[in-house]
Every structure is written in C-alpha cells, then in structure tokens.
C-alpha cells in the first residue's frame, strides 16, 4: 500500500522529497504524489485527507487532534520570511511606523488566511501598524505581484522565490515579516510543516519521520542527483534562483527540529492564540508519537 502524500511544486519541497519519492530510501514507505499549493494542501489537511502533507504551521491548531507534526521534513530559518511588497519605495523591516503606516486601511493581497506568512502578518501589523489594515483579499501568490504591480491592490504579502525577484517587478519591499519576528522573539522562522495521520499509528509515524529525515541527507549528499525533478516543476524558474530557493528554507531545521524549531512553532502559535487569531494548542499537542 502507498501512503497518499500532497506537497507543493516549490524547489524545496522537491529537493527534499526527491528520494524518497522515487523509492530510493531504503525501507521506506511507498509513496503516491499529488503537487498543491500550501492553500489547497492546508484546505486537505482541515478535511482529513491523504496520510501525509506539507501545510503551514498556522494550520496546526485546527488540525493537531487528527494529524501528527513530524520533526522534520518541514521549512524554517532565518532570513527567510514572508515581505510585504508595494509600488511605492518603503523601509524594509517594518520598524519605521510612518512608513508601513501607509497600508493602514488599504487592500493586501495575502496567498492564504490560514497560512504562516497571513499569522506573522497579522502579528507584525498589531505590533507596528497604527490603525488596522483595510481589505485583505486572498489569491495565489504568484498572481500576487502581478496585482501589486498593476495597481489592483495596494500592498501585497509574498513567499516563496519572490524574495528574489520581488525588483523584476518594479516593487519594492515595504516590511520583512521574518525580520521581525526574529527581532522580537529571536526564534527562527516557522514557515511549512510536514504532518501525518495519528491513525497510521506510533510505528508507521516513526518510519515517516524516519524516511523524511533520510530523504534530505540524500538530497545534500548528491544535490545533482534531483536536479531535473526540481526544475520539472519549478514552474520555468530560473535555475538560479531555485537553487537560491532551496539554499534558504532547507537547513538543519529541515532535518530535525530541535529545541529551537519546537520552540518557535510553539512561540508563534502561542502567541497567534493570545491575539485571537488561532485557538489554543493543548500541552502534548505538538507531539508526534
């Protein structure tokens, strides 16, 4: 029997499951992919479907009595969070409040509410903005720039490669959420997470985790070796910045989340819960077995 697995397209994700997706870890379950954007797979988690997914971590909450954090497999780090974009020239790291300021009461595109990047948003906006923001509108976040940029919306919250090629666009980054979040918690940034059914059971988790922890040793041992599955669904990104991409959100915390990445998942959703926006975690709730 394969285990039914939904992660998304992005290079990270494709660099770190290339392995074991192609039954190159030994002893590992098989595995049947579906490729989906972080919203839809957050969506699948909430309904309970497919035994494994990649979804942000501000989905947890709602998600944690059915599904098992896994302490590896998932993205977080440093310099690597979500920034919001706009037309006009502002001071990245958001701690000017004149400047970021001037999204109070208008439109900002987010890629999803339920996302990580949508909570530290939210967080950076309670600590920095001085009135609240306007409309939040939900759409893709590759259409996102492209919004900003014609004028469609006033501000846009990005993820992913947009880091990188946010100028292409003639944008420019008005607030670093990442920036932030490190400034005021000095936590890495929790991004994207890998759960499983609790229902596989303690021995089937265990294997999951250990095949996702193999499957990104694999990828640093021989980074060739998943080349042309990354770039076949990069969604024609450049070569460049895929692997700018992958160098920024898998890293130690991709392997095992340790102290600090507990420690962050649980800041942000602690600290998500105190503002109302998610509901609180149980004590043993992160625990995957």
């Known amino acids: 029997m394969k285990l039914k697995i939904a992660y998304s397209p992005c290079p990270n994700d494709t660099f770190v499951f290339h392995a074991w997706a192609h039954g190159l870890v030994p002893g590992a379950p098989r595995l049947d992919v579906t490729f989906a954007d972080i919203d839809i797979t957050n969506g699948m988690a909430e309904r309970g479907e497919f035994d494994i997914l990649k979804v942000s971590y501000a989905v947890l909450p709602w998600v944690l009595d059915e599904y098992a954090l896994l302490p590896c497999g998932g993205a977080l780090g440093r310099g690597c969070g979500p920034l919001v974009l706009t037309r006009e020239p502002g001071t990245c790291g958001g701690t000017s409040q004149t400047k970021s300021g001037g999204i109070s009461g208008k439109t900002v595109a987010v890629p999803s509410e339920r996302s990580t990047a949508y909570l530290l948003f ?57 920036e932030h979040w490190e400034r005021t918690t000095g936590l890495p940034i929790p991004l994207g997470a890998i759960i499983a059914k ?20 694999m990828a640093w041992d021989d980074p060739t070796a998943s ?29 095992s989340l340790g ?22 975690l149980g004590r043993d709730a992160l625990n995957y077995v």
Not at 134 to 156: C, L, Q, S, T
Not at 198 to 213: F, K, P, Q, T
Request: one cysteine or more; glycine letters at 8%; a negative charge.
């Open 122 to 178: 939210r967080l950076w906006a309670a600590d920095v903005l001085p009135g609240p923001v306007g409309n939040v509108v939900v759409m893709p976040f590759h259409e996102i720039m492209p919004a900003v940029r014609d004028g469609r919306v006033d501000a846009g919250l990005v993820i992913h490669e947009a880091r990188f090629t946010y100028q292409n666009y003639g944008l420019h980054c008005l607030a670093d959420m990442g």
């Open 198 to 217: 609790r229902s596989l059971g303690e021995d089937v988790l265990r294997r999951i985790a250990e095949a996702a922890r193999t499957s990104v040793l």
């Open 259 to 280: 102290e600090n990445g507990y420690a962050a998942v649980r800041g942000l959703l602690t600290r998500a819960a105190a503002e109302g926006l998610v509901p609180p």
């Open 227 to 255: 080349r042309a599955y990354v770039m076949e669904h990069a969604q024609e990104m450049d070569p460049l910045v895929a692997d700018q991409h992958i160098g920024l959100y898998v890293n130690e915390f991709t392997a």
